[in-house]
């Protein structure tokens, strides 16, 4: 049976977390979409919270914020590797490296898609 693969020509990016490589793709499903942004506002409300002065919901506040965190990233992680979940990614990125990546698929991916859909107009004219 034929099969139409619309995501084959679509570009990545590569990540190197220890010795492995990771692809991040630099263009969604709809759905994939839609998790990230919906995981993103909830990241987003977390962070306008007020800090509490008591310990236990300070600490409450922070496991929710880097449950959102590495939620996302699973989500990023998946579109090229399935296998991986938010808890692997837990033991092989800190924190600091996973607000970098998250950082970095927001501002490569959109330069990405930008030189891509620039190169595709300059093929229409031609």
């Known amino acids: 049976m034929p099969v139409l693969d619309v995501f084959k020509e679509r570009q990545f990016s590569t990540i190197k977390l220890g010795e492995r490589d990771f692809?991040?793709?630099n263009e969604y499903t709809v759905e994939e979409v839609e998790r990230l942004l919906e995981l993103e506002?909830?990241?987003d409300a977390v962070e306008q919270e007020p800090v509490s002065d008591d310990k236990a919901?300070?600490?409450e506040q922070l496991v929710r914020f880097w449950a959102l965190t590495f939620d996302q990233l699973e989500i990023i992680f998946q579109h090229y590797q399935p296998e991986t979940t938010a808890a692997e990614l837990r033991s092989i990125?800190?924190?600091k490296e996973a607000l970098a990546?998250?950082?970095f698929y927001e501002k490569y991916r959109?330069?990405?898609t930008?030189?891509?859909g620039d190169a595709g107009k300059a093929k229409k004219k031609l």
């Open 41 to 43: 506002q909830k990241r």
């Open 101 to 103: 990546i998250l950082g």
């Open 23 to 25: 692809k991040v793709p």
């Open 110 to 112: 959109h330069l990405n």
């Open 57 to 59: 919901k300070q600490e």
């Open 114 to 116: 930008e030189k891509s």
């Open 93 to 95: 990125i800190s924190h």
